[in-house]
């Protein structure tokens, strides 16, 4: 169940979303329909109104419509339907280790400790930003990228989850992939980067 689950959202909502986005987002903007809704990532910002770190980062601080339809279409695409499938929410319980061995600025990472981790690249802050947020730019920064595979199984509220990820360097490249869920969605991530 735990892969089925995983299939449905990651599959069926992903692709729906690569058909469909990138025409009904700009609707939605024209619009402002609310059948379009779907389309739109209302957790781009906070109850101030203000950019949400990610958001402020990814645009740069200017809003703009190509970043807007970048973020809608290639990142986050039919972003408040896939929020309506979330896993669980509470304490997560691992409870089976097929693989750990993550390391970040050289020292091994407790999968387990007050974060259940996921590989990946973290990239050289820029004044003001804050470095865990940083997914891309020209410098690797090792302090914070999170190194090697890490596959779960664990459980929230006794429902099954499983978290894989992994980062390493293969063809002068580094490859990022992440599948399973984390503490607020089912996701599978892959990436290529120098």
């Known amino acids: 169940m735990v892969y089925i689950r995983w299939f449905f959202v990651v599959f069926f909502i992903g692709v729906f979303g690569l058909l469909t986005s990138w025409v009904f ?24 109104g203000s950019f949400k770190e990610d958001y402020r980062v990814y645009i740069n601080g200017k809003e703009t419509f190509i970043k807007k339809y970048k973020w809608h279409v290639l990142r986050n695409r039919v972003w408040n339907l896939n929020n309506l499938f979330t896993p669980e929410k509470g304490k997560e319980v691992i409870t089976k280790k097929i693989s750990d061995t993550l390391y ?19 990239y050289k802050a820029k004044e003001g930003q804050n470095p865990w947020q940083v997914n891309r730019g020209d410098e690797i920064d090792f302090k914070y990228s999170t190194i090697g595979k890490s596959f779960i199984y664990y459980k929230v509220k006794n429902k099954k989850y499983f978290r894989y990820s992994s980062c ?27």
């Open 25 to 48: 987002y700009p609707l939605r903007v024209w619009t402002g329909f609310n059948l379009f809704w779907i389309w739109d990532d209302s957790t781009k910002y906070n109850s101030d």
């Open 104 to 122: 970040r600025n050289d020292k091994k990472v407790i999968v387990g400790g007050k974060y259940i981790e996921f590989a990946g690249l973290k």
């Open 168 to 194: 390493v360097k293969k063809f002068n490249r580094w490859i990022t992939v992440k599948l399973g869920t984390n503490k607020d969605r089912f996701i599978l991530t892959f990436k290529i980067q120098k």
